[in-house]
T-cell receptor, first 112, second 112 residues
Framework: EPEVTQTPSHQVTQMGQEVILRCVPI?????FYWYRQILGQKVEFLVS????????KSEIFDDQFSVERPDGSNFTLKIRSTKLEDSAMYFC??????????FGPGTRLTVT | GQQVMQIPQYQHVQEGEDFTTYCNSS?????IQWYKQRPGGHPVFLIQ?????EVKKQKRLTFQFGEAKKNSSLHITATQTTDVGTYFC????????????FGPGTSLSVIP
């Protein structure tokens, strides 16, 4: 069964540094999401991406965040200048034909 | 702002007992999806409900979507230890379909 992969599984970075989180969605899918989940809390919508454009973004997704699909397969989330409160699990989701979302295993981001 | 609430936050049941989690949205939804997240894992898609009053069953799981498309429930009959995890509802907003709001989840523990 096709699955979504994410790298790295864990990223530790210092406050103010840039990080890039990578996702490889399911091939043939055109619609993707990024979410974050602070430990023990709910899944928070960050951004949806369709046809190589952002289709919707949340209030959390400010100018420090950006998304790209640089090569037609990878899907990246960049945080330009990380803050302590950016520490969370970041999930990528790839959307199937019936709008069901297939989540990747996540990247745990720790900002020190 | 748009909110999706879930109750209860936690539920501890004896194996074999039934379990229900309820989801309520502050606004009308286009559809609602349910996900299960095992401890340390990622959300896994269970089902999507689209029509007002819709009821769907998956083995011991029964899902309902309210007539006003603002609430939903998940009922598990005769829980098993494999049902342990957090159950999230997630709604696509009627006003902005690409934006998905997750509920805070109900964490289910099953005592063998």
């Amino acid at each position: 069964e096709p699955e979504v992969t994410q790298t790295p599984s864990h990223q530790v970075t210092q406050m103010g540094q840039e990080v890039i989180l990578r996702c490889v969605p399911i091939s043939n899918h055109l619609y993707f999401y990024w979410y974050r989940q602070i430990l023990g809390q709910k899944v928070e919508f960050l951004v949806s991406f369709y046809n190589n454009e952002i289709s919707e973004k949340s209030e959390i997704f400010d100018d420090q965040f950006s998304v790209e699909r640089p090569d037609g397969s990878n899907f990246t989330l960049k945080i330009r200048s990380t803050k302590l409160e950016d520490s969370a699990m970041y999930f990528c989701a790839s959307v199937g034909g019936s709008y069901e979302q297939y989540f990747g295993p996540g990247t745990r981001l720790t900002v020190t | 702002g748009q909110q999706v609430m879930q109750i209860p936050q936690y539920q501890h049941v004896q194996e074999g007992e039934d379990f229900t989690t309820y989801c309520n949205s502050s606004t009308t939804l286009s559809n609602i999806q349910w996900y299960k997240q095992r401890p340390g894992g990622h959300p896994v898609f269970l089902i999507q409900l689209v029509k007002s009053g819709e009821v769907k069953k998956q083995k011991r799981l029964t899902f309902q979507f309210g007539e006003a498309k603002k609430n939903s429930s998940l009922h598990i009959t005769a829980t098993q230890t494999t049902d342990v995890g957090t159950y999230f509802c997630a709604g696509h907003m009627k006003t902005s379909y690409d934006k998905v709001i997750f509920g805070p989840g109900t964490s289910l523990s099953v005592i063998p």
